[in-house]
């Protein structure tokens, strides 16, 4: 069953999806969302570190002012352990209030869904889409119930996770795992995150409320073995982990895994088609990169179209000035993430002490300490 002609069709309620639905919205085009997912599915339980730059596209949408129980990281320490060199990054250096923000992912879609009902956003739940074909004029969605909706311009938000997804143009299998769960530690966070490379991989502490958020990064089959530990052994293996900075960890609430990897699909899905967020890129977790560069994503997307004329919207020249922007920020991010994951997971003689010498320059001088933070909150136009 075909239906009338869409502005611009959206796959994917994410966050993600959603922001580039209310982006658009304020440009002045209508947008109407698909998500595969039931309007009462069961709630992401993952942490969410939203940079400085993030926080702005969310006030600018009116999202911002909605949302509770978020955590300011106005500090960031930076270690390896086993060795010397340490750099410490503070938000006043870098003239903004914070570094970055840690709240609950549900916290976040949440809010995002109230506010697409809000703004009369068509979001439509439990809508699968089966494939996607490309034309010259307009890309038409095939859904699981039977329905065929076409539009000139149709973005792919979904994660990657659609049938129709194309398989990434590099990836790499970083055989890591990341252990996630939240701890308490016997001194108070004071607003500070700490990074920790070791052999094995980085962990990251993330204030979140009066306890920290803990992103445990392992071999997958350490993963497994360190997520099931008890309760008394998971802390004291994660005190000889990371070290006593934050004194002892007194309590971990239930653990989960999630596999890493790298993937880059690319902005460029077919005519009239475009991938964002997950959907194009995917980043190891360390420095929090991947979910701000999808965010991104979503606003210079709907910026773009924007400044294009309605009846260009979608085409070819407007997709691959998009693809062609975005570009720099992307590659950046992943190479950056990719760059640290390799280098800093591994006991190589040589390298650890140029590791060393390498947070012992970004601790001491000033103007490389403001180009690394800006980049991370603001990415690589910062």
């Avoid at 658009?24 to 109407?32: C, E, K, N, V, Y």
């Avoid at 293996?237 to 971990?252: D, E, I, P, T, V």
Wanted: include cysteine.
């Amino acid at each position: 069953m075909d239906e009338p002609l869409n502005s611009v069709l959206i796959v994917g309620a994410g966050p993600v999806g959603a922001v580039c639905a209310l982006a658009l919205q304020q440009q002045g085009i209508d947008a109407r969302v698909l998500e595969a997912q039931p309007a009462d599915a069961r709630a992401d339980t993952r942490t969410l570190a939203l940079s400085h730059g993030s926080r702005l596209i969310l006030d600018r949408l009116g999202v911002w002012g909605r949302l509770d129980g978020v955590t300011p990281i106005t500090r960031i320490h930076i270690s390896q352990r086993g060795a010397l060199g340490v750099a410490r990054l503070a938000a006043d250096e870098v003239g903004v209030p914070a570094l970055g923000y840690v709240l609950p992912y549900a916290t976040l879609t949440a809010a995002l869904k109230q506010v697409l009902a809000d703004a009369g956003i068509a979001v439509e739940y439990g809508v699968a889409v089966g494939r996607i074909e490309s034309g010259a004029e307009v890309a038409t969605l095939h859904t699981a119930d039977g329905r065929a909706l076409a539009a000139p311009l149709v973005v792919v938000a979904d994660g990657g996770r659609g049938d129709a997804a194309p398989e990434p143009r590099f990836e790499r299998d970083y055989d890591q795992m990341a252990v996630v769960c939240d701890v308490q530690t016997e001194l108070p966070h004071g607003n500070q995150a700490f990074e920790r490379f070791t052999p094995e991989g980085p962990a990251a502490l993330l204030p979140k409320n009066d306890r920290y958020a803990l992103v445990w990064t392992a071999s997958n089959a350490d993963a497994q073995r360190i997520a099931t530990l008890a309760d008394d052994e998971f802390l004291a293996a994660l005190y000889r982990h990371f070290g006593g900075r934050q004194g002892r960890f007194l309590q971990a609430s239930p653990r989960k895994t999630f596999p890493l990897k790298l993937a880059w699909t690319g902005s460029e899905a077919a005519d009239r088609v475009v991938r964002i967020g997950n959907a194009a890129q995917t980043l190891h977790p360390v420095a929090g990169q991947g979910f701000n560069i999808g965010l991104r994503d979503a606003w210079e997307l709907a910026s773009l179209c924007g400044d294009t004329a309605q009846a260009a919207i979608g085409n070819a020249a407007m997709l691959g000035t998009y693809a062609r922007g975005r570009r720099t920020d992307v590659l950046a991010g992943l190479g950056f993430t990719d760059f640290l994951v390799r280098v800093f997971s591994n006991d190589i003689a040589p390298l650890r002490h140029a590791r060393g010498l390498g947070l012992l320059a970004l601790e001491v001088v000033p103007p490389l300490k403001a180009f690394v933070a800006r980049r991370m909150i603001f990415g690589a136009r910062g």
